[in-house]
């Protein structure tokens, strides 16, 4: 840095000059490079005002194409009597594609596919991994039962086997049902579902003994793999069924972990009184296997 010294009355007189000037500059106007001051207080309230019409611009017009070319979202809602499933996705298209070497099955709209890794868990997302798992199997050995000709105060029993391999799946759990009580074809009499032994009565989720021969109704017992035991403790046990739209189905079998044919035998027993009236009495059950991951 170059200069030289000014004595103090110099330096007095220079601040003294330069000082009211520099304050003048900076609290009335900023002078441009062409000298043209600018005023700032003036085009503060034009710049605000611009910059919200654009902003209300933007919000109208994203308003007007959001209602012009919005369009529905919509899943898939499967019903019957018994059951509702709600499907995430409804897929564009699927099918299957051949060739003299080659055969290709394909799903097309599925938002997540693919195979999924963390610590102790794999997820296959995607229907096309249904070609590698093993299937999960639930069967029912005898699908129509017929007691015949009831004696009354004589109990008959029948028995039917139910057999569940989990496949792919870890662990399962079997529910039961009835649609009513035994009732009569073209009528209305009813043989009711048995309340068990009067020392220790049954209900829908808990057996006792049925022994009793001069205790009536229709009841089931089960003994098998995947049984509860401490409920169904031998084949004395029963419970009633519960009755669709009136109950919830009742738990019978149920694993956690891989099952291979697992096999239990529900026996159906039915107990009447001399009164029963005489006919053909029906109902139907309904078993329901439910996998687990």
């Not at 009597?81 to 594609?97: L, R, V």
């Not at 057999?163 to 073209?186: C, M, Q, W």
């Not at 049954?202 to 089960?222: E, M, V």
Request: net charge negative; glycine share 8%.
């Amino acid at each position: 840095m170059f200069g030289y010294f000014k004595s103090s009355q110099e330096q007095r007189r220079t601040v003294s000059v330069n000082h009211p000037m520099t304050i003048l500059n900076i609290s009335k106007q900023i002078m441009s490079a062409s000298t043209k001051p600018i005023d700032i207080v003036e085009n503060q309230p034009q710049n605000g005002l611009f910059a919200i019409k654009y902003l209300i611009s933007i919000v109208i017009l994203c308003s007007f194409f959001t209602a012009v070319f919005s369009t529905d979202v919509n899943a898939d809602t499967l019903t019957s009597p018994t059951f509702e499933i709600n499907m995430g996705t409804i897929n564009i298209s699927g099918g299957g594609a051949t060739s003299p070497s080659f055969n290709v099955t394909q799903t097309t709209g599925q938002t997540f596919q693919g195979q999924f890794d963390s610590a102790g868990f794999v997820v296959k997302a995607g229907f096309q991994y249904i070609y590698p798992l093993t299937p999960f199997t639930f069967t029912i050995s005898n699908l129509d039962l017929n007691f015949g000709s009831l004696v009354p105060g004589t109990p008959s029993l029948l028995t039917n086997i139910l057999t569940v391999t989990t496949g792919s799946a870890f662990g399962y759990t079997v529910k039961t049902i009835e649609d009513h009580p035994l009732r009569l074809v073209n009528g209305s009499e009813t043989i009711p579902d048995t309340p068990c032994d009067l020392v220790s009565p049954c209900t829908q989720t808990d057996a006792t003994a049925w022994t009793d021969n001069t205790r009536f109704g229709f009841g089931y017992g089960i003994q098998g793999t995947d049984v509860d035991t401490a409920d169904f403790v031998d084949n004395t046990y029963f419970r009633p069924f519960p009755v669709q739209n009136t109950d919830d189905p009742a738990t019978i079998m149920s694993r956690t972990g891989v099952a291979t044919a697992s096999a239990a035998t529900v026996t159906y027993k039915i107990n009447i009184p001399g009164s029963q009236a005489a006919g053909t009495y029906q109902n139907n059950i309904q078993y329901i296997a439910i996998p687990s991951f």
